[in-house]
């Protein structure tokens, strides 16, 4: 590649945008023929030419939880997975699953092996010295996660729109109450500062500290537990924000057999990952558009290394909020 060609100064030249450019690089399909034609012209202009011998290979790091004990067995993360091997595929890049165990400081592979990585994507929760270990390798790598992207980390992340989701949940469940509780793992528990400043935002109390449930683990049984106790308490907000949505089928289980009617005594709120997840409001994260958006970006750095971070960040949608969540 010529000195200073990046593919952001070929878009300039083609008048395209730079994920045009890199579609066109890594050869997809479906790319109208005279932006495709505009790109090839640019690049010769340029003296830009992709080395199409050297096949580009991108680990794919499973980062688990302690409490994840087989993440290919979960669905969001299968699902995740499986998108990113076909954005691969179709982009002739080969792709290799390393499964670590949790808080890994290193890949755990030879140097040889480590040698043959033309980058990696970061599933779920990385360690500071896994991504310290990359940088010392000069491997690059993009985090992709379902939750929120440890702050202070200056790298290529792909994630959720925490702000927004925390603004469309907080709309909703104040549409149907003046005041709501929230349950989360302590992984997520970031997103109790989200509600806490939608509801500043609106000239409105914090939610209070009793109604502020956090457990240790992502794991069922901490979730269980703390309906109990919130039983026990003879406290019970109107509505609940669960950290997920399998804990909150859990959660509405154990209100059932105390007699607690969901959502006419409580409105219940939660995260999911499937259309299948229909029976609770909640705010739906497509793993697979996570797992595209980290490939694509992964192969984008690979085409030009020096194009600075990018923090892409990808909206919820709200799914299944009819009014019969309104207990009012």
Wanted: neutral net charge; charged residues 20%; contains cysteine.
């Amino acid at each position: 590649m010529a000195k200073n060609v990046t593919t952001t100064s070929i878009a300039k030249r083609a008048g395209v945008s730079q994920s045009t450019v890199s579609r066109v690089i890594n050869n997809y399909r479906g790319i109208n023929r005279v932006k495709r034609e505009s790109v090839l012209a640019a690049m010769r202009e340029l003296g830009y030419y992709a080395n199409r011998n050297v096949r580009r290979r991108v680990g794919i790091v499973i980062c688990p939880l302690p409490e994840q004990k087989n993440m290919m067995a979960l669905e969001f993360f299968g699902n995740q997975i499986a998108a990113q091997e076909a954005w691969l595929e179709e982009a002739e890049a080969e792709s290799m699953v390393i499964n670590l165990s949790a808080g890994a400081a290193s890949l755990g592979l030879a140097p040889s092996k480590l040698q043959e990585l033309s980058g990696v994507i970061l599933l779920n929760a990385p360690s500071m010295e896994l991504l310290d270990s990359l940088r010392e390798a000069k491997i690059p790598f993009v985090i992709n996660t379902g939750a929120g992207i440890p702050g202070g980390i200056i790298c290529n992340t792909v994630g959720p729109d925490e702000a927004e989701t925390c603004r469309i949940g907080c709309e909703y469940l104040l549409k149907h109450w003046p005041r709501f509780g929230v349950m989360f793992s302590e992984h997520n528990a970031y997103r109790i500062e989200g509600y806490q400043q939608e509801l500043r935002k609106r000239g409105l109390p914090p939610i209070p500290e009793e109604d502020v449930h956090i457990v240790s683990t992502t794991d069922i049984t901490n979730f269980i537990d703390a309906t109990h106790q919130l039983i026990r308490s003879g406290r019970r907000p109107p509505a609940l924000v669960v950290d997920f949505y399998d804990a909150a089928a859990a959660v509405r289980s154990i209100l059932a057999f105390s007699g607690i009617r969901v959502p006419e005594d409580v409105l219940l709120f939660t995260y999911s990952h499937s259309l299948s997840q229909n029976e609770i409001p909640s705010l739906f994260q497509d793993p697979a558009a996570l797992g595209r958006k980290a490939a694509r970006r992964m192969l984008e750095i690979l085409n030009d290394p020096k194009d600075p971070p990018h923090h892409i960040r990808i909206p919820m949608i709200l799914v299944n909020a009819s009014e019969k969540g309104d207990a009012k």
